[in-house]
Structure formats: C-alpha cells, structure tokens
C-alpha cells in the first residue's frame, strides 16, 4: 500500500467492488510514486524552482479516443515536445496513462480506488469530483498554487478556479473554456428583404414577421413553416426564446435555483416561463411552427426543412448551420440560390437586454491523488503549460511546418491529421488540457481562429459568435452537487418532453389550467425535491 493511501483505499473498496470488472485494463504501468523523494522549491518560476536535482516521473492521463491510425499516445510529436521541454526544465520525466474517452469516469473510478491513478487525472464530470473530494482522494493543491502556479492562478482567475472548489479547498483545477457562447436564432434574411422587413429585435416584431412569412411566403415554397422547431426528447426545451419573457430583477437565489442549465430539465415554477410555453402555443396554434415537431425527436426533419428552403427562421447551437457533414446552410445556399441565414438577437427581455445563457467558464477538472508524491510537480507542470508558446505549440506544432501565422491566426498545413503528429481531437486538447478550445491569449484572435475552423463560412461564423455573446451569462456557479437531480434527471426530462408537446398543442383557451395541472405533477414526481435541493445548496453555499 502507498504511504498516505490507506484511508483512501478504505473509504474507496465499495467504488473498487463496483467496477472490478474493468480492473484488469488498469495495470498499465502508471506509477504515481516519485523516483526520490520530492525536492524543496521556491515560489515561482526560480532557478531552484525549475531545475530540482532529483530526477522524478510525472505521471498524467490522456484520453483514447481509439481514432484510426492514431500514434503512439506515450510517444509521439507532442510528447516528445513536452519531455524536450518541461521535462528537462525540471528534470523530470512525463509519463502519459491512457483512458478510454467513452469510459473515462469508469476507468477513473478503478484507478483511483486501486492507487493506481496517475498524478495528474481529470474528468468532465462534476459529481465524480465532489464524490473523490468526500472520500478523501484528492490533493488540496490552494497551498501548492501558492508556491508553485502564480502563472497559471494568473491565467485562471478566481472566476475559473472557484469551479474547482469544494468546501473552501482547491480539489480541482479548472480548464479554461475559451468559447461559452450557446444557443442563437436564425433567420432568412433573403425572405425579409424580399417583403421590406427589418430585421427582429423583440418577441413581438418576431411573431409580426412569422405572420409575414406564412401569409406572404416569400419562399415560394409549398408548406412554409415560418419558425422551426424540433421536440428533441433527451433535451427539451424553447432555446433562448425564454429570455423574451423572464423577469431581468429575478434574485440571484431564484436565478440559480430555477434557471435552466444544459443538464436541468425546463424551469416550471421560473417567473415567466409560462408566458414562453404559451408563445410557442399562440404560433404552434395559428401555423406558424413546425406541424410535427413532437416526432421529430432528432431534429432531421427540421435539417431537411431548412436544406429545402421551407423554414423561415429557427434557433440552435451558435454554430449549427455552419458545422460540417454538409451543414443545412451548405444544403440551402446549393438547392436555393441565394438564399441567406443570418443571427439574430429577436428575445429582449424587460430591460431592454438580450440575455444569452452559455457556457461556464471553466472546462474539464484537474486532479491530484492524495496518494501522489508529486503535486508540486503536477502545478509546476499546468503552470509550464500556461506560457503562451508551449499553448501555441500544444494546440498548432511549429510555425513554418504545422501551422503558418496569418493576421496574427495559424492556420495549419494539414501536417498534424495524420502520423505521428496526428492530433486526434481539435486543438490538441488531449495534451494542452488547461484550455478547452482554441487559445491565442486575446478574445478577438480566438474567434477569429474558431472562425477558420469553417472553411467558406469565416465571416458568418465571426458574426454569429459576437451575436451569441451578446448580453452573455453564465449558470450559477454550485459547487454541492444536487443528489436530488442525479436521480431524477431521467425521468423529468422524458416528463417535460411530453409536458411540451400537450402545452404547445392546447387549445389557448385551455392552456392556463393545463399548465397548472402539469406542473403539480411534475413537482409531485420530483421536481419539488430537485428544486428544495438546489434550494439547500444555495443557502448552505452562502452561509445562510
């Protein structure tokens, strides 16, 4: 048994018990334990702080994503970069452990109650972590920060690093998201020009134009939809249209125990969420929505549509009509010429804003067992990784080979697709694990880099990422995970899914008393108890 493990190895043999079936994948050599034992260092990045005498090995995972031809996850270009480097910085060796990406949290939890864990782990998950930090698995690296990572506390900030906080302790180090944005609207710009119309800028002028758009059909198209909407039963919900008709001086309890998240169910009892559901009712009842938009569960019909040129407008993921495979964007512009999608922010809310939920700041979180021997290797190892040239080389190669800088973006030369310099995920996040997306070190680069991601569509993406930022924020920060949704979640989610698809297809003269009736159930199934525990959480997380 490994010094300091034992309590950690007993709290952890029901987790071990549980998944000993994957265990014989874990003897993969990781070994957390030091060559010697750790050397003494100075805050910062000083001399004696980057160049100990005692040689160690930094273990640390990676994720195989078992892509075809991928290289040698140990030994390859990357690798090779970061032993070249920090490795002979601080005379260290980095040794990489590879995880299945579709088994991460699994393999994670046997390599943990086992001891065999690398030095550096992380996961996506945020109840996993809550789960180590409880049973005593994990580092508290707040004081190792201190003396090790000012670069990376610096890069960071307090609003990423919070999100690795549990119970006053730094268990985790977030990565940093650099793309938050979420969900935008569309629409057929070609068909508002055609009909002398401005452009949307609030839920009523939006209605006005569906209106427009079904009587006129500016489209020539035969079954016009003005707006396109999908049921997709796994995540239900209205978008960002809620935004139009939420009150903006909700208190900052009701705002983090109501407010929708992407792993929440629809926010029943939020202030003016039912207002929204009727919106989509009065359109759904007067033809100006997608006619089978329960069925279609996976948003095809809706991609065929708006390929097709029926679809007037349409809200989505930032991004969606831009993505490749071909896009609906690429199908439009090919079977109707000329035709034109542009973002719009139509959802202004009683402040005269247009609220915009996306993402958190923070990406995966980064661990540290308790069992390992070398955390002050591990912050100095994220805090080497913040220095703007090793991020640049992690997520591009080298300038002239890889990647050619173009108004101050690399673009790459495709010599990172293939080989020993296959990068088998964008931008290399596998191996530059701080950032999760593209980094540059300045906003504008970044979206000007995510833009040339998308070959023929750079100026449309660049629009369609200022648009989504507009008015932009982030979920409530909880750093309790709620037990109460974990188990729930399933069941609320088919629930609400088919609390949508009544309300939306109601009679208006009926929709005020179904809403209440579906509501009650909803709570009595366990949405009273998901809500009375965030509830807790809040009040517990601000002392009250």
Same mark, same amino acid.
Request: aromatic share 10%; charged share 20%.
């Given at each position: 048994?490994?010094?300091?493990?034992?309590?950690?190895?007993?709290?952890?043999?029901?987790?071990?018990?549980?998944?000993?079936?994957?265990?014989?994948?874990?003897?993969?050599?990781?070994?957390?334990?030091?060559? #010697?034992?750790?050397?003494?260092?100075?805050?910062?990045?000083?001399?004696?702080?980057?160049?100990?005498?005692?040689?160690?090995? *930094?273990?640390?995972?990676?994720?195989?994503?078992?892509?075809?031809?991928?290289?040698?996850?140990?030994?390859?270009?990357?690798?090779?970069?970061?032993?070249?480097?920090?490795?002979?910085?601080?005379?260290?060796?980095?040794?990489?452990?590879?995880?299945?990406?579709?088994?991460?949290?699994?393999?994670?939890? /046997?390599?943990?109650?086992?001891?065999?864990?690398?030095?550096?782990?992380?996961?996506?998950?945020?109840?996993?972590?809550?789960?180590?930090?409880?049973?005593?698995?994990?580092? %508290?690296?707040?004081?190792? *920060?201190?003396?090790?990572?000012?670069?990376?506390?610096?890069? *960071?900030?307090?609003?990423?690093?919070?999100?690795?906080?549990? %119970?006053?302790?730094?268990?985790?180090?977030?990565?940093?998201? #650099? /793309?938050?944005?979420?969900?935008?609207?569309?629409?057929?710009?070609?068909?508002?020009?055609?009909?002398?119309?401005?452009?949307?800028?609030?839920?009523?002028?939006?209605?006005?134009?569906?209106?427009?758009?079904?009587?006129?059909?500016?489209?020539?198209?035969?079954?016009?939809?003005?707006?396109?909407?999908?049921?997709?039963?796994?995540?239900?919900?209205?978008?960002?249209?809620?935004?139009?008709?939420?009150?903006?001086?909700? #208190?900052?309890?009701?705002?983090?125990?109501?407010?929708?998240?992407?792993?929440?169910?629809?926010?029943?009892?939020?202030?003016?969420?039912?207002?929204?559901?009727?919106?989509?009712?009065?359109?759904?009842?007067?033809?100006?929505?997608?006619?089978?938009?329960?069925?279609?569960?996976?948003?095809?019909?809706?991609?065929?549509?708006?390929?097709?040129?029926?679809?007037?407008?349409?809200?989505?993921?930032?991004?969606?009509?831009?993505?490749?495979?071909?896009?609906?964007?690429?199908?439009?512009?090919?079977?109707?010429?000329? !035709?034109?999608?542009?973002?719009?922010?139509?959802?202004?809310?009683?402040?005269?804003?247009?609220?915009?939920?996306?993402?958190?700041?923070?990406?995966?979180?980064?661990?540290?067992?308790?069992?390992?021997?070398?955390?002050?290797?591990?912050?100095? $190892?994220?805090?080497?990784?913040?220095?703007?040239?090793?991020?640049?080389?992690?997520?591009?190669?080298?300038?002239?080979?890889?990647?050619?800088?173009?108004?101050?973006?690399?673009?790459?030369?495709?010599?990172?697709?293939?080989?020993?310099?296959?990068? #088998?995920?964008?931008?290399?996040?596998? $191996?530059?694990?701080?950032?999760?997306?593209?980094?540059?070190?300045?906003?504008?680069?970044? !979206?000007?880099?995510?833009?040339?991601?998308?070959p023929g569509f750079e100026k449309e993406v660049e629009e369609a990422l200022k648009v989504?930022?507009?008015?932009?924020?982030?979920?409530? $920060?909880?750093?309790?995970?709620?037990?109460?949704?974990?188990?729930?979640?399933?069941?609320?989610?088919? *629930?609400?899914?088919?609390?949508?698809?009544?309300?939306?297809?109601?009679?208006?003269?009926?929709?005020?008393?179904? $809403?209440?009736?579906?509501?009650?159930?909803?709570?009595?199934?366990?949405?009273?108890?998901?809500?009375?525990?965030?509830?807790?959480?809040?009040?517990?997380?601000?002392?009250?």
């Open positions: 048994m490994k010094v300091g493990a034992s309590r950690w190895i007993s709290m952890a043999l029901a987790t071990l018990m549980i998944v000993s079936t994957l265990a014989a994948c874990s003897s993969n050599g990781a070994n957390k334990s030091s060559d #010697t034992e750790p050397a003494s260092s100075t805050p910062g990045n000083t001399a004696s702080d980057s160049a100990p005498k005692e040689h160690r090995t *930094l273990t640390v995972e990676v994720f195989d994503r078992g892509k075809p031809g991928q290289p040698d996850l140990n030994n390859n270009y990357w690798t090779k970069y970061i032993n070249d480097n920090f490795g002979k910085q601080y005379n260290a060796t980095v040794k990489f452990v590879t995880v299945p990406r579709s088994q991460e949290v699994e393999k994670l939890n /046997v390599l943990m109650a086992s001891s065999d864990a690398p030095d550096i782990v992380f996961t996506y998950d945020a109840g996993t972590v809550y789960k180590f930090s409880q049973q005593g698995g994990l580092t %508290d690296l707040g004081p190792v *920060l201190e003396q090790h990572g000012t670069d990376l506390v610096n890069y *960071l900030g307090e609003e990423i690093l919070k999100y690795g906080k549990i %119970d006053g302790k730094q268990y985790a180090i977030p990565g940093k998201r #650099t /793309v938050l944005a979420g969900f935008n609207t569309f629409i057929r710009k070609d068909w508002l020009d055609k009909l002398s119309l401005p452009v949307p800028t609030t839920a009523e002028q939006f209605y006005d134009t569906m209106v427009a758009f079904k009587e006129k059909n500016p489209g020539n198209v035969t079954g016009v939809i003005p707006f396109g909407y999908s049921l997709n039963s796994a995540t239900p919900g209205l978008g960002d249209l809620i935004e139009a008709f939420k009150p903006s001086n909700l #208190t900052e309890q009701q705002f983090a125990t109501l407010q929708p998240n992407s792993v929440r169910t629809p926010p029943w009892t939020m202030p003016g969420y039912d207002k929204a559901v009727q919106f989509m009712n009065k359109m759904f009842n007067e033809g100006l929505i997608s006619p089978n938009f329960t069925t279609d569960k996976d948003g095809k019909q809706l991609d065929a549509d708006i390929s097709n040129g029926k679809v007037g407008a349409f809200s989505t993921n930032w991004d969606g009509p831009y993505r490749t495979a071909p896009g609906n964007y690429t199908n439009l512009k090919t079977n109707v010429p000329g !035709a034109e999608l542009i973002p719009i922010n139509p959802w202004q809310n009683d402040a005269g804003k247009h609220p915009k939920q996306g993402y958190s700041p923070n990406g995966m979180f980064i661990l540290v067992p308790t069992f390992s021997k070398n955390a002050d290797l591990a912050v100095q $190892y994220l805090n080497w990784m913040v220095d703007p040239k090793n991020t640049l080389f992690l997520q591009n190669g080298e300038e002239g080979v890889d990647f050619n800088m173009v108004n101050g973006v690399p673009v790459q030369t495709g010599t990172t697709t293939s080989g020993d310099k296959m990068m #088998t995920v964008a931008n290399n996040l596998d $191996y530059d694990i701080l950032s999760n997306g593209i980094e540059l070190g300045d906003p504008q680069k970044n !979206a000007a880099a995510i833009s040339a991601g998308y989504a930022m507009t008015d932009y924020y982030a979920p409530y $920060y909880f750093s309790i995970p709620n037990s109460a949704e974990a188990k729930y979640h399933g069941q609320l989610t088919s *629930l609400s899914a088919q609390m949508l698809a009544k309300l939306i297809f109601a009679k208006p003269a009926e929709f005020d008393g179904l $809403y209440k009736t579906l509501v009650e159930q909803y709570m009595e199934q366990g949405g009273k108890a998901v809500e009375d525990e965030f509830i807790k959480n809040y009040e517990t997380q601000n002392g009250q």
